[in-house]
């Protein structure tokens, strides 16, 4: 069974920082596009930063400068560092693969709340 498992989220307050965690239980992923979305109150869903399986990264650009995504060595866990956090930033994060970047996402993680205040 194919699974996405996020931690990391919690209440902060605005200027510090999180790190969000996504564990893939699936050796597969390593051929996909793995990302971070977010949704908001009320808002639609969002992508937030995406990593390819060549390493190409994007990010939306109200987190350019300070969210990070990146991957271990064995793509087994996603992360998201968030510094320099916002209020706008509240939302749960969702962890997230496709089998490319812009494709239409195939599993997703059951979300982490991010709370900043």
């Known amino acids: 069974h194919v699974q996405l498992v996020e931690s990391g989220g919690g209440s902060v307050q605005a200027g510090e920082s999180l790190r969000l965690s996504c564990v893939v239980s699936?050796?597969?992923?390593?051929?996909?596009?793995m990302g971070w979305f977010r949704q908001a109150p009320g808002k639609e869903r969002e992508g937030v930063a995406a990593?390819?399986?060549?390493?190409?990264?994007g990010y939306r650009d109200s987190v350019k400068g300070r969210f990070a995504i990146s991957q271990d060595n064995t793509k087994e866990t996603l992360y998201l560092q968030m510094n320099s956090l916002k209020p706008e930033d509240t939302a749960v994060y969702y962890c997230?693969?496709?089998?490319?970047?812009?494709?239409?996402?195939?599993?997703w993680g059951q979300g982490t709340q991010v709370t900043v205040s």
């Open positions: 997230a693969a496709a089998y490319y970047c812009g494709g239409q996402v195939r599993y």
């Open positions: 699936e050796y597969r992923y390593s051929t996909y596009c």
């Open positions: 990593i390819d399986a060549d390493g190409t990264i």
